[in-house]
């Protein structure tokens, strides 16, 4: 019985990992894309929801999407800057599932 549970989880797994997609695009806040402001949606250090625009299309982040952007934002340097600079942009790419226009992110990587 064990042995079955583990070879179907494992396949589980993988076909997950099979069906990943890679987007690549423009990080900016979710909260302030969902509002439709004018300015630059640059995220900030207080961003706590984040989306992709991949070529004109808004794609969220889920909640664990949304924590490795905000770690991956910590880590680079020169955030202040951005922030300053909105042309200048945050660009980040993204592996995972989408679902309904989120993605469920396995991994990102801000550039």
Known sequence: MRRAFRLSAFLTIVSIAAFAETWSGRLVDATCADQQKTEACVPTASTTAF???AS????????AGNAKASEA????????DRSKNPDRGITATVKGTLTADVIQVESIVVN
Do not use: C, F, R
């Open 51 to 53: 989306a992709l625009d």
């Open 56 to 63: 004109g299309k808004m794609l969220k982040l889920d909640p």
């Open 73 to 80: 934002l910590k880590g680079k340097e020169n955030n202040a």
